[in-house]
C-alpha cells in the first residue's frame, strides 16, 4: 500500500479483530497509515502481536492482543482494556470469524452450532461490551458477513455459514436502528472469495475454481480490495451511510458473463 496523501482516520480510536493476517491486517496497516490508533486481536498465539509490533516499529501507534473471541467474559475484557488505553471508542471492526462447512445432508447438529458459535455470537461477544463506548459521542460498527448470506451455493457445504452470517447482516440492521438515535452508524461487509491464509487452507482447487468461475471479474479478492472499503465506512466519508450491506465479490451477486 502506499503511503496515502490525506489521513482520513486521523486520531481514531478502533478496535479490529482477527489481525493475524489477511484482511484483519490489510485493514490494519490502512487503517493505521490514515492515523488510527489501534487495539487489534487474534485467536492465534502471538500473531496479533507480531503485525502491531511491525507497525510500531513504522511509528504508529498499534497493539495487538491474543484473544479467543468465542469466549464471552475474554471478548469483553479485551474491548474494556483497549478501550480503557484509547481512552475510548470510535470504530469496532468485526473481523474475525472462524468457519466450518460440510454438505448439509452430512451436517451435524454439533458443526452448526460451533459455526453459528464462532461467526455470529462473537460478533455480540465484541459488540454488546462496545456498544456504550460506541454511543458515547456516536461511534461505527464494521461487520463482516458474506456473499453467503446473499445468494445460495450448493457445492460449498455452506448451510451453517450462510445462516450466521445472514444473522449478522440482520444483526447489522438493528444496531442501525437502535444505534441512530446515539450516533451510531453499522454497516456489513460481505465479501466473495478473497484469498487469504484462512480461506486457501480451506478451500481446495475445485472449489476455488468453482468461486472463480462465478465472478464477473475473475480474480480472487486481497486483503486491500477489502480494506478500502472498510477505510471509507470508518472514515466521516460515509457519514450518512448506515444500515447497509455491501457486497464486494467481484460481481458474483450481479451476475454471470
Keep these: 500500500m502506499t503511503e496515502p496523501q490525506a489521513r482520513r482516520l486521523e486520531g481514531k480510536r478502533v478496535l479490529l479483530t482477527g489481525t493475524a493476517g489477511g484482511q484483519g491486517a490489510a485493514a490494519q496497516r490502512l487503517f493505521a497509515e490514515h492515523g488510527a490508533r489501534i487495539a487489534g486481536c487474534d485467536i492465534q498465539p502471538e500473531a496479533a502481536a507480531r503485525t502491531a509490533e511491525e507497525l510500531r516499529a513504522e511509528g504508529y501507534d498499534v497493539t495487538g492482543s491474543n484473544v479467543d473471541l468465542s469466549d464471552a467474559a475474554a471478548a469483553g475484557e479485551w474491548v474494556e482494556s483497549s478501550a480503557a488505553r484509547l481512552g475510548g471508542i470510535d470504530v469496532l471492526y468485526n473481523n474475525a470469524a472462524g468457519f466450518g462447512f460440510a454438505p448439509f445432508a452430512e451436517m451435524g447438529l454439533d458443526l452448526w452450532r460451533h459455526v453459528l458459535h464462532v461467526e455470529l455470537d462473537i460478533v455480540f461477544h465484541t459488540t454488546q461490551p462496545a456498544w456504550r ?59 466473495g472469495f478473497v484469498s487469504s491464509p484462512a480461506t486457501d487452507a480451506a478451500v481446495d482447487a475445485e472449489g476455488r475454481a468453482w468461486q472463480l468461475s462465478k465472478k464477473l471479474i475473475q480474480r480472487p479478492g486481497t486483503g486491500a480490495d477489502i480494506a478500502y472499503l472498510a477505510l471509507y465506512l470508518a472514515s466521516d466519508e460515509s457519514s450518512w451511510v448506515t444500515g447497509q450491506n455491501f457486497s464486494i465479490d467481484g460481481g458474483a451477486t450481479a451476475g454471470f458473463r
Design 133 to 191: 463506548h460506541l454511543c458515547d459521542g456516536g461511534g461505527v460498527v464494521i461487520n463482516t458477513a458474506s456473499y453467503s448470506a446473499l445468494r445460495g451455493i450448493a457445492p460449498l457445504g455452506q448451510a451453517a455459514h450462510a445462516a450466521a452470517k445472514g444473522g449478522v447482516v440482520a444483526m447489522t440492521k438493528t444496531l442501525a436502528a437502535e444505534g441512530a438515535a446515539h450516533g451510531v452508524r453499522a454497516n456489513a461487509i460481505s465479501p
